[in-house]
């Protein structure tokens, strides 16, 4: 491929002196000696080598093996199905090339390929400043806790949309609800071992999960005839721990609750085989929590049949009857259990189906989408991936920006950014699905999305909770916390994700205005989609930030309900991401929450929303984006116009409620909004648990050193200017000071007294020399900080209708946009 190259190197084969040098190094700590054994058990997930997504360590199936040197290899085994064709052909070259790279001719590994997967002599970048995909670069294999048994199969499901809507279940009233037996009367059939919960907490973790040999915990069939169902949820984002056969065709579930904790059995994923097509199975998750569910008014489990997929390419589905959700009739004296019941009839004889919660969207999938966003020669030049942490299991917290390339520094420090996050609540995968959607369309080349990366500058963080998505949770962390009531923590270590978004935020804040935050949510007891937001209590800015979700109902009215939005800001919420970015200057900060089951707006009344459905509101928070930044502001002015009026209805019917009447002409403005809106306890909140035991100490030693820090804190040196300005400065005080005395002698004297003129002198010199004995105050300068909330005021123009024509607002007519000041200002944001 270089001839040159190749005959320089025969001539002179001595090793590359950095390669051998960092062999020898790192083979001192226990690296590279997969030759003559295996990994040292002492290396833990903490270092930078072993988490390194350059870098897969082998061993994922439970095998203690070494460092495998092409990582390209492992890709094929881990993910064969989530790259498309053509990617797969470019890693192939790769390979072939890297045979290349491993002949004793070329002896260094530092050698970059391009985009046609060629070698060129070109150096790599430092190891772990920018971990991002390329083509050379695997998926990273995703880290369980190591008391975390994986089975080693490769789940994949097609994306389908079903050709006609599927409506909500209609209770009959006939629906039988089965007395829970357990396994007293019944038969288990699989049953997890080992699983954490609370009062033990996370303490390391690896690929592949718990290390040995995987144990078949189904039960073994007799024979062809025995139709004992096999049930399995040891895959990523599965979730059931066990289950017990009371009949036949008849099944008790119970579901694992999150890792190191005692609660939260919501979401359910698991596959099943030794299907029979005519029989009719029932399943009944006796372990559920919360007393009031979409299932109680007509939403249905999800079914996944492979031969289905196989052959007719039919995916996801709802499915099931005589659908029962209802209080569990055997409490353990602490907390009451509720019941889900259905029964199904599969499609096939001997197939193998998954049931779940809502359509699952697991870290692999992720990870696959921004592969083929790096892969792609367009989109990688306007989408820039990076590591924006590492989870506490060390899986990678992926960070995108998002905006098409300045002109100018001016120009890139002009543009406002947009901040969007997904997943903090591992088992509400519909927000993952959402986001998406406005990845897919903001990475389009229609004119809409390229004038929405000209203006804005878009940073996306799609999976903040990898570690509880991997490992099948509904709420937490491996911390055995929910992350969204922990925004405000000072605890790095214990909850980077959330930590380091903040500081992102922070950062950002500092360097130009963020219009708006979102952060996509799931609602297992409301239908429709709706925001959370918070009331400004600025009234200049007032009802502002309410325009936004009103112009999302107009843009989306048969799937956003503006009526479900709640802008209350509870105490109990302080702690959730949308209060805390709003605290922090972000006066539009929201929390999307989409309904795990369907509509009752419009035209899709009583149906379930699908993957595509949820995706098309990805698309209209982009078209909303654009209509609320408008430089024709018509349609804001009528939005707020709208929300006054909804306001004055609002506060009638409120006081009507409580049998008073009040004239609101002059004074309804003045009405607190906290006052009339109801609380947010219908959503789907937890309260905040606090920290768990072994952080407490860890939490008061930081603040205690915080405290200290800002006790002892040193002023900063100062340059010569500053000196000689603060020099000036006192001079100048101590000039005012002998005036004042000066003064003060004069009408202290006697009226009707003269002050000799010697005298005055005398005074002067003897508080003058006074002052020069003294030691000169410093003074502090107070520079007035930049606002982060500079939103303008809308003109006062306005039409009578909502017009959908697009007033663009190109980079080049943006003279009336302000430029912000940037700490670091860059020609590429």
Not at 25 to 47: C, I, N
Not at 167 to 193: M, R
Not at 635 to 648: D, H, I, R, S, Y
Not at 775 to 792: L, M, W
Request: with cysteine.
């Amino acid at each position: 491929m270089f001839p040159a190259l190749e005959t320089e190197v025969k001539q002179e084969t001595l090793p590359d002196p950095y390669e051998d040098f960092m062999y020898h190094h790192l083979q001192y700590y226990g690296y590279f000696k997969g030759h003559r054994g295996s990994l040292p058990t002492s290396a833990t997930h903490q270092h930078v080598w072993k988490n390194n997504p350059r870098y897969l360590l082998s061993g994922s199936f439970g095998e203690r093996q070494g460092m495998i040197p092409d990582p390209l290899q492992k890709e094929k085994l881990l993910w064969p199905t989530c790259t498309s064709s053509p990617v797969h052909r470019q890693i192939e070259a790769v390979s072939r090339d890297s045979l290349m790279l491993s002949s004793p001719l070329l002896k260094s590994r530092q050698l970059l390929h391009d985009e046609f997967g060629e070698v060129n002599p070109c150096l790599r970048e430092p190891r772990d400043l920018f971990t991002f995909f390329s083509s050379s670069g695997p998926l990273q294999a995703p880290r369980w806790p190591i008391e975390c048994e994986v089975i080693k199969e490769n789940l994949h499901h097609i994306e389908w949309v079903p050709p006609q809507p599927e409506y909500f279940y209609q209770p009959t009233g006939n629906e039988k609800l089965p007395e829970i037996v357990g396994e007293e009367k019944g038969t288990v059939v699989f049953q997890l071992d080992s699983v954490p919960t609370e009062g033990s907490y996370f303490t390391s973790s690896r690929v592949g999960g718990k290390r040995g040999i995987i144990k078949e915990l189904a039960v073994t069939l007799q024979g062809p005839e025995d139709k004992t169902l096999l049930f399995e949820s040891r895959f990523e984002s599965g979730n059931l721990q066990k289950a017990v056969r009371v009949d036949t065709y008849e099944y008790e579930l119970t579901l694992r609750t999150d890792l190191y904790t005692n609660k939260h059995t919501q979401w359910f994923y698991f596959r099943v085989q030794n299907t029979r097509k005519d029989a009719t199975y029932r399943f009944t998750i006796v372990n559920l929590l919360k007393p009031k569910s979409l299932y109680t008014i007509g939403m249905k489990p999800l079914m996944y049949s492979q031969l289905d997929a196989k052959t007719h390419n039919i995916g996801w589905r709802r499915e099931g009857n005589e659908i029962r959700y209802y209080k569990n009739n055997r409490d353990d004296g602490q907390q009451a259990f509720y019941c889900l019941t259905w029964t199904i009839q599969f499609p096939h004889d001997q197939d193998t189906c998954f049931f779940a919660h809502f359509y699952p969207y697991t870290y692999t999938d992720l990870q696959c989408y921004l592969l083929s966003v790096a892969n792609n020669p367009v989109q990688s030049q306007f989408c820039k991936l990076r590591t924006l942490c590492r989870s506490l299991a060390g899986n990678t917290v992926y960070l995108l920006t998002i905006t098409n390339p300045s002109q100018t520094p001016q120009e890139a420090a002009a543009k406002k950014a947009v901040v969007l996050s997904a997943r903090v609540h591992p088992g509400e995968s519909n927000g993952s699905w959402i986001m998406k959607g406005f990845l897919d369309f903001i990475l389009s080349n229609s004119p809409d999305a390229q004038l929405l990366r000209d203006i804005f500058v878009f940073k996306v963080v799609p999976m903040l909770n990898p570690d509880g998505v991997i490992v099948g949770n509904y709420r937490c962390s491996l911390a055995g916390r929910d992350l969204n009531r922990h925004y405000k923590t000072i605890l790095k270590e214990s909850f980077p994700c959330i930590w380091y978004t903040r500081n992102m935020i922070k950062r950002l804040l500092e360097e130009r205005e963020v219009l708006l935050y979102c952060d996509f949510h799931g609602h297992s007891r409301k239908n429709n989609i709706f925001l959370y937001g918070c009331n400004n209590n600025d009234r200049k800015y007032w009802l502002h930030e309410r325009v936004f979700p009103l112009m999302l109902s107009k843009n989306a009215p048969d799937k956003f309900s503006f009526h479900s939005c709640n802008f209350k800001v509870q105490k109990c919420k302080e702690g959730t991401g949308r209060v805390v970015m709003w605290r922090m200057g972000i006066l539009n900060s929201y929390t999307m929450e989409s309904t795990f089951g369907g509509s009752t707006l419009g035209n899709k009344r009583d149906t379930h929303f699908t993957t595509e459905d949820l995706k098309s509101l990805g698309y209209h928070v982009c078209d909303t984006l654009l209509d609320f930044c408008d430089p024709d502001r018509t349609k804001f002015m009528q939005c707020l116009t709208e929300l006054k009026e909804l306001l004055q209805q609002e506060i009638h019917k409120k006081f009507n409620e409580l049998g008073q009447d009040m004239d609101l002409e002059g004074s309804w403005s003045d009405i607190c909004l906290s006052d009339i809106e109801s609380s947010t306890s219908g959503s789907d909140s937890s309260l905040s648990d606090g920290l768990p035991v072994h952080l407490l100490n860890v939490a008061d030693e930081l603040n205690q050193k915080k405290k200290m820090y800002k006790k002892k804190k040193k002023k900063p040196l100062q340059t010569r200017k500053q000196r000689n300005e603060q020099y000036q400065k006192n001079n100048l005080m101590q000039e005012l000071k002998l005036t004042e005395d000066a003064l003060s002698q004069l009408h202290g004297r006697e009226k009707g007294t003269s002050l000799d003129p010697s005298k005055m002198t005398s005074i002067l010199t003897k508080s003058k020399e006074r002052m020069q004995t003294e030691k000169p105050r410093p003074t502090v300068s107070c520079s007035p900080e930049r606002s982060t909330n500079s939103s303008q005021e809308p003109a006062a123009d306005m039409k009578s209708h909502w017009s959908r024509n697009r007033y663009p607002a190109t980079k080049r007519g943006r003279a009336a946009m302000t430029v912000y000041p940037s700490l670091h200002v860059y020609t590429y944001p």
